[in-house]
């Protein structure tokens, strides 16, 4: 079946480093691929998405890439911020029943 | 205006006993979602409703029963809870229809429920 696989965390850097997360995904047909982030104590947020292949997803300095070669949507930001440490999540949309299969999450933490 | 919101927010319960989360929507989104995130954070997908008809249940204990009154709302009811029904649970919304692609979803702020 579908799946999404995201690299361990946590992840540790120091404020204005630079930031990746990787993300690879198997699945059949072309799904849609979405960065989600949760804060503590906090539900998810969606952060970004792209529906199809070399689309490119940005928000708040986040951006990735759908690679369908590579199968992967890895997850990018030049500078980190101490505000940017939370859980973040890469999912795929599955395009029948409209579900979304969650990666088991990237912890970052980000240091002054 | 809370787009999707969830009551309650936490919920401490002795083993055995029954429980209900109520979720309810304003976005005017056709699909609800419960999801349940174990102690490592990991997501998954318990079930769907689209227009209050259950198109997703995931491989769940029928102590967990899902009820969609109208298409804005819903809950969960859990029966004879166990130590390892101890979770958050979120529920979440989105615009699409089965067979028309997933669309981001909304989610509400989660239920930590811990059972004793």
């Known amino acids: 079946g579908d799946s999404v696989t995201q690299m361990e965390g946590p992840v540790t850097l120091s404020e204005e480093a630079f930031l990746t997360i990787n993300c690879t995904y198997t699945?059949?047909?072309?799904?849609?691929l979405f960065w989600y982030v949760q804060y503590p104590g906090e539900g998810l947020q969606l952060l970004l998405k792209?529906?199809?292949?070399?689309d490119k997803g940005s928000n708040k300095g986040f951006e990735a890439t759908y690679r369908k070669e590579t199968t992967s949507f890895h997850l990018e930001k030049g500078s980190v911020q101490v505000s940017d440490s939370a859980v973040y999540f890469c999912?795929?949309?599955?395009?029948?029943?409209?579900?979304?299969?969650f990666g088991q999450g990237t912890e970052l933490s980000v240091k002054p | 205006d809370t787009a999707v919101s969830q009551t309650p927010k936490y919920l401490v319960t002795q083993m055995g006993n029954d429980k209900s989360i109520k979720c309810e929507q304003n976005?005017?989104?056709?699909?609800m979602y419960w999801y349940k995130q174990d102690s490592k954070k990991f997501l998954k997908i318990m079930f769907s409703?689209?227009?209050?008809?259950?198109?997703i249940n995931e491989t769940v204990p029928n102590r967990f029963s899902p009820k969609s009154p109208d298409k804005a709302h819903l809950n969960l009811h859990i029966n004879s809870l166990e130590l390892g029904d101890s979770a958050v649970y979120f529920c979440?919304?989105?615009?699409?229809?089965?067979?028309?692609?997933?669309?981001?979803?909304?989610f509400g702020s989660g239920t930590r429920l811990t059972v004793v």
């Open positions: 979440a919304s989105s615009p699409m229809s089965p067979g028309q692609g997933a669309y981001g979803y909304t």
């Open positions: 699945a059949t047909g072309y799904p849609s």
């Open positions: 792209a529906t199809k292949a070399d």
């Open positions: 999912a795929l949309g599955d395009n029948q029943g409209g579900k979304l299969i």
């Open positions: 976005l005017g989104h056709d699909t």
């Open positions: 409703y689209n227009n209050k008809e259950l198109i």
